[in-house]
């Protein structure tokens, strides 16, 4: 699994939430796979692979429907060393908006939006 990816899972209690792939090579990485291989943590809705073919080109004004960090990047619109891009605003409300709109909204990115409107 690609790190930053967000997958809905599901723990031993049952309990399901989105949870954001950790980088390779960390500690986090190694808990989550391990996790994972346990069944401790079960993925229930993985995105689907790349194939290698190009798919349409994505409109960079539209929300990106992939990991929390690919919807922050936008929103920011800029590197995290560097300020915000103009716009920015508006880009976390059209953000907002559109993770409402989801069937399981990620709520620390729902936070997280609502913290810069």
């Known amino acids: 699994m690609r790190a930053g990816v967000t997958l809905r899972v599901r723990g031993a209690g049952g309990v399901e939430f989105d949870l954001d792939v950790p980088e390779d090579g960390t500690e986090a990485r190694r808990n989550f796979d391990a996790h994972v291989a346990s069944g401790f943590l079960t993925v229930l809705d993985a ?25 922050t990047v936008w929103v920011r619109g800029a590197a995290d060393d560097e300020p915000p891009a103009d716009g920015w605003q508006d880009r976390a409300r059209l953000a907002y908006d559109a993770e409402q709109a989801r069937p399981k909204p990620r709520t620390g990115l729902v936070r997280l939006l609502e913290g810069l409107l």
């Open 47 to 71: 995105p689907a692979t790349d194939t290698g073919a190009a798919g349409p080109e994505r409109d960079p004004d539209a929300v990106p429907d992939g990991s929390v960090a690919d919807v």
